[in-house]
């Protein structure tokens, strides 16, 4: 028997083509040895946001030495801030740096989020991107950009520069559409460009998962009806697989092939926001049914300790897609609108972020005085 059998999250990649990442980063993972462990366990890669990072500054003293020396050198607040984070990536993506190599530069990735304030402006994105890129200089880092109206030509831009980028806050088809196009169009005028370069581009799209269950489910408890009721539970699944469907067509098509050609690497679906609000639904929900090839699942740390404990794998993403365009056409029956579900989560996504964002830096400053 081999060892990966005993390894659920080693098995997802080998058996079911999808790479488990962790949803998480704090100092303590770096300077106790936790992601040797993790890695170890069969991850594949990490992501972090604004919230991760002002959880994991508040509560752990492991950043006050820097902190201070930071503060004592003259930087500001948000520069402090900025050097806190450039350091927790820098030495994650040193940890991941071998998985990188070794996978061809499939996985290994870490992932760090502009400033949150920059949701709605173009080319402050685009600028704040570039200067992470330049400033981390390391090839396995992913700088996240949030998937707004704002944030799509900002994508096609830093695609096209040759940077690494995991577009995120993505809550409907629509947008996850514009996403792809802007990937496949930035990576055309890299081609043409820096032809050399495409093969070292990588890229994911974070699809949002449980929060459109928990907008959705709650509106349809509001409706109250049999019809309504059973549709519970089951709009983010089916919204996903339709997602996926989407992939394929898109990145088998034409325009995708000339690329393929070039070496270039598609843009994998990371589902994101796995873990399950409602305690009534299944905590592995939001991994055993969306397993598919060329996907990332992006794991909190509950979600992936009950996953090694009782996930299931098999290739679930492409089973009942009809059911999945059933359950879409369902909602509208009852007045639900995904565009502007979406538009609406977007909204919230990206208040939360700058609510953690600025939650910390007043932190920060109180702790200057």
């Given at each position: ?45 990490l ?24 503060i ?40 760090v ?22 400033q ?12 707004t ?26 947008r ?8 496949i169009?930035?990576?055309s ?34 409706i ?16 996903a ?70 996930g ?58």
């Open positions: 028997m081999s060892t990966s059998q005993h390894q659920p999250l080693v098995q997802l990649f080998e058996v079911g083509g999808q790479s488990p990442w962790l949803d998480n980063l704090k100092r303590e993972y770096i300077a106790h040895g936790d992601f040797e462990r993790v890695l170890a366990s069969g991850i594949r890669g992501t972090s946001n604004p919230t991760i990072f002002q959880k994991a500054i508040e509560g752990s003293d492991l950043y006050d030495d820097q902190f201070h020396q930071c004592a050198q003259g930087l500001t607040i948000e520069e402090t801030y900025w050097e806190l984070v450039k350091s927790d990536i820098v030495a994650a993506a040193d940890i991941f740096a071998p998985l990188y190599k070794q996978s061809g530069g499939l996985d290994g990735y870490v992932s989020e502009v400033s949150p304030e920059l949701a709605h402006d173009t080319l402050g994105t685009i600028n704040a991107a570039q200067l992470l890129h330049d981390i200089a390391c090839p396995n880092v992913m700088i996240k950009i949030p998937a109206v704002e944030g799509i030509p900002a994508i096609e831009e830093v695609i096209s520069r040759g940077i690494n980028i995991n577009v995120t806050l993505i809550f409907s088809v629509d996850y559409a514009d996403v792809m196009k802007a990937y169009q930035g990576l005028r890299l081609a043409a460009t820096a032809p050399q370069r495409v093969a070292h581009v990588g890229s994911v799209a974070s699809f949002f998962i449980s929060r459109v269950d928990s907008e959705i489910d709650k509106r349809l408890a509001a109250g009806s049999d019809s309504a009721t059973q549709l519970m539970g089951k709009a983010a699944i089916a919204q697989k339709v997602a996926y469907q989407l992939f394929e067509r898109t990145f088998s098509g034409e325009s995708w092939h000339k690329l393929s050609q070039a070496g270039a690497h598609v843009q994998r679906p990371l589902w994101a926001s796995t873990s399950t609000k409602n305690p009534s639904y299944p905590d592995t929900m939001y991994v055993d049914q969306l397993i598919g090839p060329h996907s990332v699942n992006t794991l909190p740390d509950q979600t992936m300790d009950a996953f090694i404990q009782r299931t794998i098999s290739t679930t993403i492409t089973q009942d897609v009809q059911r999945a365009h059933e359950v879409w056409d369902a909602l509208s029956q009852c007045d639900i609108d995904p565009n502007e579900i979406a538009q609406q989560l977007e909204t919230e996504g990206v208040a939360s972020f700058q609510k953690s964002f600025r939650d910390l830096l007043a932190v920060l400053a109180a702790k200057a005085k």
